[in-house]
């Protein structure tokens, strides 16, 4: 039994997650009245992070070390560098998606977190997200890496909530309806 | 003073407002029981129809006729063949989007609906547009035309109202917030 399989993101109104260069300024952080938006409470449900190469070269330009003690792979077909400070923090994969989660499994890890545009985007063309929180930002950017990319069929959704918060972010968590097979 | 210019539209959660051919199929009509998620109050708010080519073609194939007696105005460039019975309920207009309203303004018109994709996007980048209403409907296409296009500079929006239905969609209305002149 593969484990579940959760996003968690942030996009602009028109579906961005970056600009094209990366930038994440339009990004506000937490907000000091309204707090995380829920980020620490969905972090703690999770055991491991699945990280693609892009989003792995953000948190390595960050301070410290956000995941605490859950473990952490970055998806990478060609491998990625590790700086000195998170071995032993972080495995690398270069097999596919599916491959990484069987490992992941063997751990006992029982939930993920996917991040990372690219990587969403392979593991939804492959049936392998669960569900799906977006918080949107009320900004339209008009250019930059997008949360989706192509898919083979339709996916179906189920909404399982939403709301707003007085800032003006909207945050709505989908649940994958997998075909049954 | 120009009219006020409302978008009203259903998206994909991947922000696609039709499949690559312009199919709507992915499109629920009106719920038996939720009814038309607000459609018709925000049908008599609005005295005036500004449709793109594209969106005036998907009318053209529909029975009946349901802007009432809106003033309706179809922007194209190079014109478009208006069919018998549509003779008097629509102009064409080929200018800019400035122009078009001016026009509609001098016909008096207060509140105008702009619909179809490519026009909302001209109007956008010109600034026209005053607030956005997306029904997100839970399902992902992988392809399509989008909602959004390219934009010279960030569009900040102030989220105005958010809700959520039974059946999963979830409408929500920004208010473009116009950089001081």
Chains 1, 2 share one sequence.
Not at 72 to 88: N, W, Y
Request: net charge negative.
């Amino acid at each position: 039994m593969r484990p579940r399989c959760s996003v968690y993101i942030a996009t602009s109104v028109d579906g961005f997650i970056a600009r094209p260069d990366g930038a994440i300024d339009w990004l506000p952080g937490p907000d000091p009245v309204i707090g995380d938006f829920g980020y620490e409470a969905f972090m703690a449900s999770v055991d491991a992070v699945l990280l693609g190469r892009s989003t792995y070269d953000l948190v390595c330009t960050m301070d410290g070390w956000h995941y605490g003690h859950r473990r952490v792979m970055v998806l990478s077909r060609r491998g990625v560098p590790v700086p000195e400070a998170h071995r032993g923090k972080v495995t690398v994969h270069a097999g596919p998606p599916a491959d990484a989660l069987a490992s992941l499994a063997a751990h006992g890890c029982k939930h993920v977190y996917v991040d990372g545009g690219v990587t969403i985007q392979a593991f939804l063309a492959e049936g392998l997200i669960d569900d799906i929180t977006i918080t949107t930002i009320p900004v339209l950017l008009g250019a930059g890496r997008p949360l989706f990319g192509a898919l083979s069929h339709d996916v179906r959704l189920e909404l399982q909530s939403s709301q707003s918060f007085a800032n003006g972010f909207v945050q709505s968590t989908w649940r994958v309806a997998h075909p049954v097979a």
